[in-house]
């Protein structure tokens, strides 16, 4: 993922990429969310034939979770911000469609920390993304309880890519954050 | 016409297709018949834009990088150093420069037809969009990917909607029928393709539309019967939208959609 040419600073900015949070989800970062595709560092002697960043310039590519994500012009904002703080002065973030996102991309620590928050993480690809109608309900997990005995309320939750679900048991709604 | 121009048109049509249809949708933020579906068909509006901006991103591209003509009343790259913009396309362009399906400017009329609208248009643009990602135009397929995964979920949101409304009770039964008699006749167009649609089919780019309908008419067979509902037979089927032949509705969406950039131009808030 991440184009090496100058190994230091790239892990010192991914570092920093790992301070920018989800606006709409704030306990994930960019990193855990995998929206992060490639940090790129301009070289002043650089011999590469791809084209790379200016000199002193850093690129930094992402990706959408959903086309009409509110979030992602934030995110751009922040990823500057971020990096004008800690001295890289020219920062251009790059916005990439293919290949496109999915939850797969998102980090364990990213859904541990889904779940800790109260939003239960995706489930495995494969379990979903069925076309057909009423189609058999993914067993999600409660975020709360544990227990696997919960039903979908509604397709769409509080973001595009949250599902709301309710618990059986503890008897608490929950958002679902959608295998995509 | 040449191959570029025929690219814009198409790039257009897909934009202003999810523009008008999203446009209508957010019409029922705040009036869903009830919150998860107000926010259901919020969220849809939100992915039919946001594939729009993608879309209107590309096509001005297109244009500034080709020096093409940029559409009516937006003063393009060869008159103007300044370059065509996402906005402008979707902002000041006029009726007659839109090219979206006449199906997705109908209005809302009451919760049936919007789901039916939604299902109809969902159901052809799923097939669309999974044949687009194949296609020679590396951008095109990127959105298309992208906007497909989408699709699948209003695709599915639509179908339980239009089977819960036509297998339920007496009134939704009849409100579904009624609104299949004011859409009908706007579905043809779906699969009607304009030259645009010949030359970038022809180019490899988008799929043959003919090729899809079959695909199209299983689908709604499929969810119909479920839904108890009878395939119409055929019927005359109007077109025009794609080439800029618009009915009334169009006008008042523009009216309420444009008039910010038009009273205030370049204002940003």
């Not at chain 1, 989800?25 to 791809?50: A, E, H, K, M, N």
């Not at chain 1, 973030?93 to 800790?116: I, Y």
């Not at chain 2, 937006?74 to 090219?99: C, H, M």
Request: charged share 20%; with cysteine; proline share 6%.
């Amino acid at each position: 993922m991440v184009r090496t040419n100058d190994d230091t600073t790239v892990a010192a900015i991914r570092q920093w990429l790992g301070e920018v949070n989800d606006p709409e989800v704030p306990v994930l970062s960019i990193l855990d969310l995998g929206i992060v595709r490639d940090i790129r560092v301009g070289q002043p002697d650089s011999s590469q034939s791809t084209p790379v960043p200016h000199p002193g310039q850093v690129e930094i590519v992402i990706t959408p979770t959903y086309s009409g994500c509110p979030a992602m012009d934030m995110i751009r904002m922040q990823i500057v911000a971020a990096l004008n703080q800690h001295g890289y002065e020219r920062v251009k973030v790059t916005t990439v469609l293919s290949p496109a996102w999915t939850t797969e991309w998102m980090s364990q620590e990213g859904k541990d920390k889904l779940r800790a928050y109260g939003i239960a993480p995706p489930n495995p690809l494969q379990q979903v993304c069925q076309i057909r109608p009423f189609h058999r309900e993914e067993a999600v997990q409660c975020p709360r309880c544990g227990s696997y005995h919960t039903s979908l309320i509604s397709e769409f939750g509080s973001t595009a890519c949250k599902a709301l679900y309710k618990c059986a048991d503890c008897k608490e709604p929950f958002d679902y954050f959608k295998c995509h | 016409m040449t191959h570029s121009t025929a690219l814009i048109q198409y790039t257009l049509h897909l934009a202003d297709d999810s523009l008008i249809l999203g446009h209508r949708n957010s019409e029922w933020t705040g009036h869903g018949p009830i919150l998860e579906q107000d926010i259901a068909l919020s969220n849809i509006a939100l992915d039919l834009i946001g594939q729009a901006r993608n879309f209107y991103q590309y096509a001005a591209e297109l244009i500034n990088a080709g020096r093409q003509p940029a559409p009516r009343n937006i003063p393009g790259p060869a008159v103007n150093p300044s370059p065509v913009t996402e906005d402008q396309l979707a902002y000041l362009r006029d009726g007659w420069d839109f090219k979206n399906c006449l199906l997705v400017e109908q209005t809302n009329g009451d919760w049936a037809k919007t789901i039916l609208r939604q299902f109809f248009f969902s159901a052809y643009q799923t097939t669309l969009y999974e044949r687009l990602t194949q296609g020679r135009d590396k951008t095109l397929a990127a959105i298309a990917a992208k906007s497909h995964k989408e699709g699948i979920y209003h695709l599915r949101w639509s179908s339980e909607w239009v089977i819960r409304l036509g297998d339920g009770t007496e009134e939704s039964h009849t409100r579904m029928n009624n609104a299949l008699d004011e859409l009908w006749k706007f579905t043809g167009e779906l699969h009607t393709a304009t030259p645009y649609e010949v030359e970038t089919a022809t180019a490899g780019i988008g799929p043959g539309l003919s090729q899809l309908r079959p695909q199209w008419e299983e689908k709604v067979k499929e969810v119909f019967d479920e839904a108890g509902l009878s395939y119409p037979p055929a019927i005359w089927m109007q077109t025009g939208g794609k080439e800029g032949r618009h009915t009334e509705q169009l006008g008042y969406i523009l009216a309420e959609m444009q008039f910010l950039q038009r009273a205030y131009p370049g204002c940003e808030w």
